[in-house]
């Protein structure tokens, strides 16, 4: 199959575990509403039991039971699929895109993108020199929820000129370093950064989407939990290493300012407020904070009145054309998981810009980065010199560990 060919693209899910229970939802869901346009044809995890599970539950929405494999040479050798829907650790995002990239495959990576900004260059440099489309798989900013909202701010005008963000999230939540899943998660070496770069990766690109362009960024983290992880993939025992506290300022070139302050390691009472100043009012992001607008959002105006999640939402929909509707949520479906699918196998099929391309995430990923660098280096850093790879004494160990 090549890009311009109007047939079912064959699709490979690619690590299965914790995430891809949420990819084989937006398969169903797009499945349930009639899309027919790809078939998931192989379930590839080096730990068979879990692309088991996958490839059963896959073959209970289309009938088929994709193929299983442990290694991704031998699913590449086999050639049974045109496309991977990667969700690996970080470590391991580089080396597994680039690999199928190479192979002919077009690929979609799981948000953050690649572990650091080198890895994430690495990674659009083979989907340009294969001419194959990459997708960043980022499901927030696609929900009917986060959509309204961000309408509401930037077309509706709502709340006026932006004037201040405010998010804080502080609790005493400590990871559960028994479970395999998290073990990765605590060593800066496997996941690249804590929070900042996992969670804050939905955070990242919805600021971006909201604001646009950053300018500086100035960030203060510590990294009180320092338990030992046994056990943990490729390195054995580690102590954990990623920072769990943090406070950043974040300037876009707009001028608007972004506090962004979290913990998961202070004891006591702890608090969560998301909140978006504009000069006509205010709008308070529902449900988690770090996920912007996820679960929707509420308004007060100047005036005192209040705008309800139903009425922001009903107001944006009604603003769409059918055209538009079509691609945002297309075959009706609101799942971001869903959406981000349909659009990575849309684009390919049609030779098309996905929503999210491999640059938009490393913009996402590079706000995190500057979080990083800006508190290794103990100054405000510009975007733009993380971005272009200027700054990177954090990101070096792991650059030099992987060989990236
Ligand atoms: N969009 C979201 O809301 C969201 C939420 C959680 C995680 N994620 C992202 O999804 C990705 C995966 O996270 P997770 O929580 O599913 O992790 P996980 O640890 O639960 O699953 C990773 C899977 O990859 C497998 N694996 C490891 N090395 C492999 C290799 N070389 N080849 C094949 N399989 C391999 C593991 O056995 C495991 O099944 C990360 O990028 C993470 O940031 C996104």
């Not at 009639?34 to 996958?54: P, Q, S």
């Not at 006591?268 to 770090?290: C, D, E, P």
């Not at 850093?381 to 272009?388: C, I, L, M, N, S």
Request: glycine share 8%; aromatic share 8%.
């Amino acid at each position: 199959m090549t890009e311009h060919d109007s047939g079912t693209v064959r699709l490979a899910l690619v690590g299965c575990g914790g995430i891809s229970g949420a990819h084989v939802n937006g398969y169903k869901d797009l499945y349930v509403h009639g899309c027919r346009e790809f078939v998931v044809t192989a379930c590839c995890d080096v730990r068979e039991e879990n692309a088991l599970k996958r490839s059963k539950e896959i073959a209970e929405i289309q009938g088929i039971a994709p193929a299983v494999f442990t290694s991704q040479a031998a699913m590449e050798k086999a050639g049974v699929a045109d496309a991977a829907d990667i969700c690996l650790p970080h470590c391991f995002h580089h080396s597994s895109a680039i690999s199928l990239l190479d192979a002919g495959l077009h690929v979609m990576v799981e948000k953050p993108i690649g572990i650091t900004v080198k890895a994430s260059r690495a990674i659009i440099a083979a989907a340009e020199r294969n001419r194959r489309t990459l997708a960043t798989a980022e499901n927030i900013r696609r929900y009917v929820t986060a959509r309204s909202c961000a309408w509401a701010i930037n077309q509706r005008g709502l709340i006026g000129d932006m004037r201040l963000v405010n998010i804080q999230s502080i609790s005493f939540s400590p990871f559960d370093y028994d479970n395999p899943a998290m073990k990765w998660r605590g060593i800066k070496l496997l996941t690249g950064g804590g929070m900042i770069m996992d969670s804050g990766a939905h955070f990242a690109d919805m600021v971006e989407v909201l604001f646009g362009d950053v300018d500086e960024v100035s960030c203060t983290m510590s990294a009180y939990d320092n338990r030992l992880i046994k056990d943990a993939p490729i390195l054995g025992d580690q102590q954990a290493d990623v920072e769990d506290t943090w406070h950043a300022v974040i300037r876009f070139k707009s001028g608007l300012h972004v506090l962004w302050t979290h913990s998961r390691s202070l004891y006591g009472q702890g608090m969560s407020t998301a909140s978006y100043y504009g000069s006509k009012g205010t709008m308070n992001a529902l449900g988690f904070a770090f996920h912007p607008f996820q679960n929707g959002g509420t308004a007060v105006l100047d005036d005192g009145t209040a705008v309800t999640n139903e009425q922001i939402q009903s107001e944006y929909l009604a603003s769409l054309t059918e055209p538009q509707q079509a691609t945002l949520f297309p075959y009706g479906s609101t799942d971001g998981f869903a959406i981000e699918v349909w659009d990575f196998i849309d684009a390919l099929r049609n030779n098309r810009k996905p929503e999210m391309d491999g640059v938009d995430g490393l913009r996402a990923k590079t706000l995190c980065e500057c979080c990083y660098e800006s508190a290794v280096a103990g100054r405000t850093v510009k975007f733009d010199e993380v971005f272009d790879g200027r700054l990177s004494e954090y990101q070096r160990p792991i650059d030099e560990y992987w060989h990236i």
